[in-house]
């Protein structure tokens, strides 16, 4: 592997990473009825994994083909998640009870947010949960990032959940450091919520 390449020094860092705590707060309250979760982005699929542990179908997918590769082969003889090659914008969503999005819709092209956003809070079911992040204006990869990204202001994440009742909004606004170690400014916003209409 040629860890010079971020995007996959990142995949590596992550493979080993536990998966995010707030996904089985979201699995729990989900009252959809429904137990299929949808991972977007789904990097090296830790989220993934918690998820079929919780004992959900999973449906995840990844726009990089090396994650989808590491995801195949991490979970290959499983029949209970399908892992995907898409884009936000292309992504064809099931009906689901939960979506997890951590850090992945901040590389959504910014023209086609919109329209990713509403397919796939359309397709989560009522009493089902979201729980991701989303850009904030401040951050460094706001602009002049490698590739683009889609920095939000505060109050266009919270008009996202007018038809939410939302759990937790959290935003962070401060120096840290990246998966591999890296210095940045970091504004952030991570949402859980319950869909009710």
Request: hydrophobic residues 40%; aromatic residues 12%; negative net charge.
């Amino acid at each position: 592997m040629n860890t010079t390449d971020p995007w996959q020094a990142y995949l590596e860092k992550s493979r080993h990473k536990a998966a995010n705590p707030i996904t089985t707060a979201a699995a729990q309250l989900n009252r959809s009825g429904l137990k299929r979760a949808v991972d977007v982005g789904c990097g090296a699929g830790q989220d993934a994994a918690a998820l079929l542990e919780l004992g959900y179908e999973v449906v995840a997918y990844d726009a990089s083909l090396d994650a989808v590769a590491q995801c195949e082969q991490r979970f290959a003889g499983c029949d209970k998640i399908q892992v995907q090659h898409a884009r936000f914008e292309t992504f064809d969503y099931p009906e689901s009870g939960v979506i997890t999005a951590f850090s992945s819709l901040f590389f959504c092209q910014p023209e086609c947010f919109e329209q990713a956003w509403e397919n796939l809070s359309r397709s989560l079911q009522t009493g089902g949960v979201f729980v991701g992040h989303f850009l904030g204006l401040d951050d460094d990869w706001a602009s002049g990032f490698r590739i683009p990204t889609c920095p939000l202001s505060v109050d266009t994440v919270r008009s996202l959940f007018e038809p939410f009742e939302i759990q937790s909004f959290d935003e962070q606004n401060v120096q840290g450091p990246t998966r591999l170690g890296a210095m940045k400014h970091w504004h952030t916003f991570s949402v859980l919520a319950v869909k009710t209409g």
